[in-house]
């Protein structure tokens, strides 16, 4: 078995989910907390498909809101490109936590992160595409009012008192032990983790009290929140729950879908079009002739085009059985199959962009900043 | 030879400032340059005395100054404890600087440092340290105008950026070399030089062009900007020249005055009968007897309170020669002597408090946030 790799900044090899889960030492959620959720959340199917499925503190969060205490919800998008489709599925997820539970979000922008891991970017041009990626939340429609978006660089003067709490508490072995610094990272990437330790205390800061925070993100963050709730005690802070998604797959049919690979990634702002093209090129669980699937079958396990479907755009379990179902029959062309799910993607980008052109004008209404 | 340590954190042994010069690869100033420096600042007791003795490029800055390039001066504060009368003792100079070059001078209060460094102290501690700092900076007379003062924690949307800009460029490895950190180390303290480094590159990122920046600074502060120093050029922007001062003696005769030891410094919150106190009790060169010291006389190289007067209080270079001559002969008395700084101390603190009362009222004009 190939050695697979998740960090917050490199995710490669096949993930075995299940051992990230003992690795980073989180809790599955099991059926117990799943039907727990329901009753907020509904019979979603990110949690049936287990899509989210990993968590810490998931149900002292709960024990805590149905005590009457409220939580404050946490995620974050690093700006290293514009926004691909795998970055919406945990927005997603967060969207109806929100809504469900009635609460508020904030939504970090990690330009200096990004600034700080890529030496191809500038923090200009990390702060441009925090504004780009801040026009595909706004589409998504959270709630302005009780939404937060702030930049790293542009939130300082209150993320920095913060980060330089949490900071303290945190030794060049940890950070080396839980990231693998080396003596070559730089010392600004050293420090970043307390900037995305930050704002799962902000509530409790800006209100002056102990408010819980649920960190919905991809499991490959996880790290950064290892930290930061062995700091939380110290600090007099509840420790953050979280609840983990797993990482939306690439077009290229293995490990996540990454910006770094444009043709195997669809942007929120590719032309329908060229969303279509990339597709159309995608990886899938076909085999090598027409005449040999009619007969033997595809493999929806390894292709993307089924996985798209299953992560995020055919919603519906009936309908998605059937997909699987006619794939391993020889019965659904890998062709067929590439146009019946860019149609889908077609039409999804081509309602979101107009969204997106609109946020626009509302973006003011969104940033946080002092 | 005892060895002896100067860091930013670190200071104790008995200094060979030579020596200093060396290690760090700095520049002693010399004849020339000190009367390149009397054209405009005078004949400045604390170059006659070779307390500023050493410098990076400070030849440079005034061949840029001369040919009509001028700079910006920076200085700065680690707010652990109120101010004591070695901390003016570069502030005094800074001030001298300023008025005889006509230009603006931002002042850095490192509350973040201070916090990072220092178990025993909160972040609101080091915050209302650097408040109670500024009133004597203010108290001195700097014209506000051209005189900033900033927290680094209230001024860190300006100043986060450009650190984070700094910190891409030095490794752990370097700050490991530089500052001596460990694995032990925490990552705040790291970080921290970048965001000293930050304001040496203040006024060229807020007027939007390269400006020559000059910082005049105790000599233990030098680690930083080697750093600033070698980073500068990376990012487009001139070195900072330096020009560095010996530190201000304790009251107990050796390493520096240090506010951890509250009885061998004299604070300008002293009352000046606290302060007549502590004079009183300093360590001087006298003999163990009046009878031994009037025959052998005493020596005034080891003697506390001859170097008060030599760095601070007597600035008459024949009343300083004549002190001198008159401890070696056995004719001033320890006790005599102390008297006499005393009465100079006191008159000082009740004149500066008194200004530093008023200071109160004009923080705000002074006072760089955004």
């Given at each position: 078995?190939?050695e697979?790799?998740v960090?917050?900044?490199?995710v490669?090899?096949?993930?075995?989910y299940?051992?990230l889960?003992?690795?980073?030492?989180?809790?599955?959620?099991?059926?117990?907390?799943?039907?727990?959720?329901?009753?907020?959340?509904?019979?979603?199917?990110?949690?049936?498909?287990n899509?989210?499925?990993?968590?810490?503190?998931l149900?002292?969060i709960?024990?805590?809101?149905?005590?009457?205490?409220?939580?404050?919800?946490y995620?974050?998008?690093?700006?290293s490109?514009?926004?691909?489709?795998?970055?919406?599925?945990?927005?997603?997820?967060t969207?109806d936590?929100?809504?469900a539970?009635?609460?508020?979000?904030?939504?970090?922008?990690?330009?200096?992160?990004k600034?700080l891991?890529?030496?191809?970017?500038?923090?200009?041009?990390?702060?441009?595409?925090?504004?780009?990626?801040?026009?595909?939340?706004?589409?998504?429609?959270?709630?302005?009012?009780?939404?937060?978006?702030f930049?790293?660089?542009?939130?300082?003067?209150?993320?920095?008192k913060?980060?330089v709490?949490?900071?303290?508490r945190?030794?060049?072995?940890?950070?080396?032990?839980?990231?693998?610094?080396?003596?070559?990272?730089?010392?600004?990437?050293?420090?970043f983790?307390s900037?995305?330790?930050?704002p799962?205390?902000?509530e409790?800061?800006l209100?002056?009290?102990?408010?819980?925070?649920?960190?919905?993100?991809?499991?490959d963050?996880?790290?950064?929140f290892?930290?930061?709730?062995?700091?939380?005690?110290?600090?007099?802070?509840?420790k953050?729950?979280?609840v983990?998604?797993?990482?939306?797959?690439?077009?290229?049919?293995?490990?996540?879908?990454?910006?770094?690979?444009?043709?195997?990634s669809?942007?929120?702002?590719?032309?329908?079009k060229t969303?279509?093209?990339?597709?159309?090129?995608?990886?899938?669980?076909?085999a090598v002739?027409v005449?040999?699937?009619?007969?033997?079958?595809?493999?929806?396990d390894?292709?993307?085009?089924?996985?798209?479907?299953?992560?995020?755009?055919?919603?519906?379990?009936?309908?998605?059985?059937?997909?699987?179902?006619?794939?391993?029959?020889?019965?659904?062309?890998?062709?067929?199959?590439k146009?019946?799910l860019a149609?889908?993607?077609?039409?999804?980008?081509?309602a979101?962009?107009?969204?997106?052109?609109?946020?626009?004008?509302?973006?003011?209404?969104y940033?946080?900043?002092d």
């Open positions: 078995m190939e697979f790799v960090t917050p900044w490199e490669h090899g096949a993930i075995d299940f051992e889960v003992e690795r980073f030492g989180t809790q599955l959620i099991d059926d117990e907390l799943s039907k727990r959720l329901k009753k907020y959340i509904g019979d979603h199917q990110m949690l049936r498909r899509i989210f499925y990993s968590h810490r503190d149900n002292w709960l024990d805590k809101y149905e005590k009457g205490e409220k939580f404050v919800l995620t974050g998008r690093g700006p490109s514009n926004t691909h489709l795998g970055h919406l599925m945990p927005w997603f997820f969207k936590l929100q809504e539970f009635d609460v508020k979000l904030y939504f970090q922008m990690t330009d200096d992160e600034f891991f890529n030496n191809e970017l500038k923090l200009d041009d990390t702060r441009n595409l925090s504004y780009e990626n801040a026009l595909d939340i706004i589409a998504l429609g959270f709630a302005p009012k009780r939404t937060k978006i930049l790293d660089t542009e939130y300082a003067n209150v993320l920095y913060i980060a709490e949490v900071a303290k945190v030794t060049f072995s940890t950070a080396k032990a839980v990231f693998g610094f080396t003596n070559s990272t730089n010392i600004g990437s050293i420090f983790t900037m995305q330790s930050a799962a205390f902000l409790s800061v209100e002056k009290k102990n408010v819980p925070c649920l960190i919905p993100c991809a499991i963050q996880d790290a950064h290892r930290v930061c709730r062995d700091v939380a005690p110290i600090l007099g802070y509840y953050p729950a979280v983990h998604c797993k990482l939306f797959p690439s077009l290229a049919g293995s490990d996540k879908m990454s910006a770094s690979l444009p043709q195997t669809i942007f929120t702002t590719d032309a329908p969303a279509r093209k990339k597709v159309m090129n995608a990886f899938t669980g076909g002739s005449k040999e699937q009619k007969e033997k079958g595809g493999n929806p390894i292709c993307s085009i089924y996985q798209y479907e299953y992560y995020l755009f055919e919603k519906d379990d009936d309908k998605m059985k059937e997909l699987r179902e006619k794939c391993k029959r020889g019965e659904l062309m890998c062709g067929e199959h146009q019946i149609d889908k993607i077609e039409k999804f980008l081509t979101h962009q107009e969204k997106r052109e609109k946020a626009r004008d509302k973006i003011e209404d940033m946080l900043r």
